[in-house]
């Protein structure tokens, strides 16, 4: 069955990329003067993804009304429906958010979700629409309300295979262990083993790629790898005291790893820094 729909998820890039991509162009140019609502939306207050908690809302509210429907509890069934549908609505703007950026393979599959989800929607409201008529025969409303649960489910679950497959929206550190031995810090060969104050340097210390900056007399380091989407930290700027990605423009708090801005939500791995004994630099995982 997943591979079934796998497939049937694959075959809508013909429309889907095309789609995605003119969506893509528009959501940038919306939320690019309104970054902080665009925070707002990703979840960076949060910590958490917050399209990931505002969809279990509606989707558990609107199997709810179909339940109620069948019950023939119609007066609970009617206003769990319009609830619902407007938590679903509220929903779409955090999803949304995350869409503006999302890229590659992960843009062609919201696409298909988002478009899934936005049929969904219309085929409640028709049930909404149908209701508010007051007609005795509530056949066609209820038979609506179940196509919608039926579309919401395949919705969600090609969403699912946006997070959980493709790993939109999930922190690129989640199985980073955070070691406490201090180790070599190996440094790009053409510094020749001195860090140049206010540079951003890529470095590795063992397995791990790293950041680095030496300002002043402080050498701060996090994880060149950025939490929200993998982008070289080493190749963004310094903006204050915060380091902005390249890609989508997450800032993480050089000093410690705090998150700034979004659209990450979560922290970045922190790094200490000192001056080994028999030259060189070495460095170990803060404590989280």
């Not at 993804?49 to 069948?70: E, K, M, N, Q, R």
């Not at 791990?208 to 950025?226: E, P, W």
Request: glycine letters at 12%; one cysteine or more; proline letters at 5%.
């Amino acid at each position: 069955m997943a591979r079934l729909l796998t497939r049937l998820i694959d075959a809508q890039a013909g429309w889907a990329r095309p789609l995605g991509d003119a969506v893509h162009r528009g959501l940038s140019a919306l939320f690019g003067p309104i970054r902080p609502v665009k925070d707002l939306l990703n979840g960076t207050w949060l910590g958490h993804p917050f399209h990931a908690a505002s969809t279990d809302i509606p989707i558990g509210i609107l199997y709810v009304s179909v339940v109620f429907d069948l019950l023939d509890l119609r007066q609970g069934a009617d206003l769990l429906l319009v609830i619902g549908a407007t938590f679903m609505a509220l929903a779409a703007l955090s999803g949304l958010a995350d869409f503006s950026d999302t890229d590659g393979r992960a843009r062609v599959v919201a696409t298909v979700h988002g478009t899934v989800m936005v049929v969904t929607l219309a085929v409640f409201l028709i049930s909404i629409a149908l209701r508010a008529v007051g007609a005795a025969d509530r056949t066609a409303p209820v038979v609506a309300s179940i196509v919608g649960a039926v579309l919401l489910t395949f919705g969600a679950y090609v969403g699912g295979d946006v997070v959980y497959v493709l790993g939109n929206m999930v922190s690129r550190h989640a199985f980073r262990s955070g070691g406490t031995k201090w180790a070599p810090l190996e440094l790009p060969v053409e510094l020749g083993g001195a860090l140049p104050d206010g540079r951003l340097v890529k470095a590795r210390l063992g397995a791990n790629a790293l950041v680095v900056i030496r300002q002043g007399d402080r050498t701060l380091a996090l994880h060149d790898q950025c939490a929200h989407a993998g982008g070289p930290l080493s190749g963004g700027v310094v903006v204050g005291d915060a380091v902005e990605c390249p890609w989508h423009g997450s800032r993480f708090r050089l000093a410690d790893g705090r998150l700034r801005r979004g659209p990450a939500v979560y922290d970045q791995p922190a790094y200490e820094v000192r001056s080994a004994e028999g030259g060189g630099w070495e460095a170990r995982r803060m404590a989280s």
